[in-house]
């Protein structure tokens, strides 16, 4: 544990329930999730597949609504600094996601028709009007090649992501994610779709940025993955069960 | 700022789209020219339309009204007046060369007063010319030499006379002369450059034909047959008279050009019988004399009756296209005939009857229905091109469908819905202007060779849509105006946004989960 995992809690997730609707059929994914994650901490959420994981990062992330609150289920909230994010408008949800947090999925999901270097400026871009784009493109580039360095591909600034191996994609996603100084890093399986040495360079880099003090969340289904963490959360069928 | 990055990638690295923005530039560039074309048609229309017949006319048919000299000396004395000139307009026969009759407009005009009053010098065809038309590649238009020849037949066509050479003394012979419209007898064979004459033979007695010579300014002559009237209006026998053609005219109006024969005024008020006239008693013809003999006696003179014309055309000073210029005139002129009906109550037909008409009423049914159908044109191909919206609206749809991963990704990147519609927005905007200005480079480039490429079509495809006999012109006009231009390229473009806004809502109103999942 590091010293600024005793800080307050960035996020509390109190109650989350998320029911997917399949006609008729109501499938509840989360049943009453609470999580913590403090300033500096390194969670792994770990759980087979299918247990509600990927639902569960979809919504600390604002990339997804959780359940209303019911009378039956209690009141539900995912904190973000205090701010109950399940109330969020669209555009604070953006903003949300824009500024405050950083995305990064199994399958990369980097854009093939821009370069390497336009994958990572781009997320800059959505943070700034056109004007403050324009004036700082620059220092914004110079930015995102600073993190592409870091992240091991300096030499590949103009390549397709198609030109690129599954890792290499990854560590592209990776400073995509970064590229807004986020406050929480949220990842899932971001070695799933990597062999065995590749995701372990992968780790290597997660565990690099959390001693830098990034926030971050790792879902995975792997308890190698999870060991790395400050503290893992298991989730067992929509719920969280102790360790 | 993302929006512009991506649809710069979009449009560089995808087929779809530029099939759409090559769907935008055809139409765009099919209602450009259509509308140029029609839009030239029409100005030409009224340019040639308004060419021979002045800006306001005073027109009292058949019969035709007297003291049209004092008319036209009030006319021009008036300061908006710039000239004015009187003419008969009637119907006839004209006999040609080559033994064929054709019926014909016969106007009556007095050379140096119409010249003043229309456009009837520069429409005279036979002049010198120095510099071949470019595309007469072998100087073949023969007004390129013999000058002096061509001179003379200038200057009579502007008199309508032929000067002939006297047969004693030196001095030309001026002989009352007709100007034919030329496509009148035939003979000229339109070529690239403009006309030049055919070969035409004559019918001969025994069956057989011989050639003639064709240029009919240089010596030939025809018979023009008008049918004169009384005052009363009843037709009184034919007269026939042979004329020299002094010279050929071109005004550009098909119907006008097969169709008109011009006549030195003089020479058909004789033969209309409309020249000025002594009124003599009929009953006092015989008389008896002292010596119980009958003599003839002379005539009572009862009066004179007055030359008349048919039409008296009116020039304004300012030379205006505005429909209200010549109204402003035309009100003006029916001022002053009013006072001349006053003044001459009983002998002019009154201002209440006189028609005065414009220019623009004068082919009125010709321009209307040239606008009604450049019109319905327009509509019609701008309808057409609605296709070009759907072509946006089905491509966007599908390009939308295959990008619904990036969708999503934006969004997880923080992208707002205004973001994400606002780029397949601005990506729909961006294939309509490239559409729009590929499809304005087309329709340039079509409508300034439209003429080439419709001679090239005939003659490569014997393919000739143009039709001269049918369309007026023997030319294909066009008028390539900058603001019809700017309306259809604004549509192209506002047309690619409306096609592409319903794909880009859908994108928009994707779930971000939803999108980041579709494979
Ligand atoms: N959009 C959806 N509609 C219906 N069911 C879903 C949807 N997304 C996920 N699920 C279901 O929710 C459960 C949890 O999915 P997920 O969160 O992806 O699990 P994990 O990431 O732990 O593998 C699965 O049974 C899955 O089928
Ligand atoms: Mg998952």
Redesign the interface.
């Known amino acids: 544990m590091t010293a600024a995992a005793n800080n307050s809690a960035v996020l509390r997730a109190t109650n989350v329930r998320k029911t997917y609707q399949l006609g008729r059929l109501r499938v509840p994914v989360l049943r009453g999730v609470n999580i913590d994650v403090r300033r500096g901490e390194f969670v792994a959420i770990l759980g087979a597949s299918g247990s509600g994981k990927s639902t569960l990062l979809?919504l600390l992330?604002g990339?997804?609504a959780a359940d209303k609150a019911t009378t039956d289920t209690g009141p539900a909230s995912i904190e973000f600094e205090g701010s109950d994010l399940i109330r969020f408008s669209?555009?604070r949800l953006?903003?949300y996601?824009?500024?405050r947090v950083g995305?990064v999925?199994q399958f990369y999901?980097?854009?093939?028709?821009?370069t390497v270097l336009?994958n990572v400026t781009?997320?800059a871009?959505?943070?700034?009007?056109?004007l403050e784009?324009?004036s700082k493109r620059g220092e914004v580039r110079a930015h995102a090649s600073a993190l592409l360095e870091r992240v091991g591909l300096g030499h590949r600034l103009q390549h397709r992501p198609a030109e690129l191996s599954g890792g290499e994609r990854q560590r592209v996603a990776i400073a995509?994610a970064l590229v807004?100084k986020p406050d929480l890093l949220l990842a899932d399986e971001p070695t799933g779709n990597l062999d065995r040495v590749t995701g372990a360079s992968i780790l290597d880099l997660f565990t690099d940025l959390h001693k830098g003090g990034q926030t971050m969340v790792v879902v995975t289904h792997d308890e190698a993955t999870a060991a790395r963490a400050d503290r893992v959360v298991r989730l067992v069928d929509g719920s969280v069960v102790a360790a | 700022?993302?929006q512009?990055?991506?649809t710069h990638?979009?449009l560089t690295?995808k087929v779809m789209p530029l099939l759409a923005a090559l769907a935008v530039a055809l139409c765009t560039a099919m209602v450009i020219i259509v509308w140029s074309v029609m839009g030239g048609f029409l100005v030409m229309l009224i340019n040639s339309g308004r060419t021979l017949v002045g800006d306001v006319t005073i027109s009292w048919p058949i019969t035709g009204f007297a003291h049209y000299e004092e008319l036209i000396k009030r006319l021009e004395a008036d300061p908006d007046v710039a000239a004015a000139t009187p003419t008969i307009e009637t119907y006839g026969l004209i006999g040609l060369p080559d033994g064929r009759t054709e019926t014909v407009q016969i106007k009556g005009v007095d050379g140096p007063s119409y010249t003043k009053v229309t456009g009837f010098a520069d429409t005279l065809y036979w002049k010198p010319i120095d510099t071949p038309h470019p595309k007469d590649k072998y100087k073949d238009d023969p007004r390129l030499q013999n000058h002096k020849l061509w001179e003379f037949c200038f200057e009579g066509g502007k008199n309508l006379v032929r000067y002939e050479k006297p047969e004693r003394g030196n001095v030309a012979v001026e002989r009352p002369a007709v100007v034919l419209g030329v496509s009148v007898s035939g003979f000229n064979i339109r070529e690239q450059w403009g006309f030049y004459p055919g070969q035409a033979r004559a019918r001969q007695p025994d069956g057989t034909t011989k050639p003639v010579n064709t240029i009919l300014p240089v010596d030939g002559s025809v018979t023009i047959n008008v049918l004169p009237m009384d005052t009363k209006g009843r037709a009184v026998d034919m007269v026939a008279r042979t004329f020299p053609v002094a010279n050929e005219f071109h005004s550009g109006l098909y119907e006008i050009d097969h169709k008109t024969v011009f006549v030195q005024l003089d020479a058909l008020q004789n033969m209309l019988k409309m020249n000025r006239a002594t009124r003599v008693a009929t009953d006092s013809v015989v008389t008896t004399n002292a010596k119980g003999e009958e003599t003839f006696a002379t005539p009572t003179v009862l009066g004179e009756d007055p030359a008349r014309v048919t039409n008296v055309l009116v020039r304004g000073k300012t030379q205006s296209f505005e429909s209200k210029a010549a109204d402003a005139l035309a009100d003006k002129v029916a001022g002053i005939y009013r006072q001349f009906a006053k003044d001459f109550e009983g002998q002019v037909p009154s201002s209440t009857s006189i028609r005065i008409l414009t220019w623009e009423d004068q082919n009125r049914t010709m321009i209307n229905a040239v606008r009604k159908e450049t019109a319905l044109v327009l509509f019609i191909f701008s309808f057409v091109s609605m296709t070009a919206v759907f072509l946006v609206l089905a491509i966007f749809w599908a390009m939308v469908s295959e990008k619904t991963?990036?969708i999503?990704?934006?969004?997880?990147?923080?992208?707002?819905?205004k973001?994400v519609a606002g780029t397949w927005l601005l990506y729909g905007a961006a294939i309509g202007l490239l559409g729009a200005v590929v499809g304005f480079a087309i329709a340039y480039g079509v409508v300034t060779n439209i003429n080439a490429i419709h001679e090239w079509l005939g003659e490569k495809l014997g393919l000739y849509i143009w039709d001269p006999k049918i369309y007026y012109f023997s030319r294909i006009p066009s008028d390539l105006n900058a603001t019809h231009v700017t309306i259809v390229l604004a549509g192209g473009v506002l047309a690619s946004c409306v096609g592409a806004l319903w794909p880009a809502l859908r994108a928009a109103r994707m779930?971000?989960?939803r999108a980041?999942r579709f494979e």
């Open positions: 979809h992330g990339l997804d669209t555009g953006d903003e996601r824009r500024r995305f999925f999901h980097l854009l093939p028709e821009l336009q781009i997320a871009m959505t943070a700034m009007g056109k784009y324009w995509r807004n | 700022m993302y512009f990055l991506l990638r979009y690295s991963k990036d999503g990704i934006l969004r997880a990147i923080g992208a707002s819905r973001g779930s971000p989960v980041l």
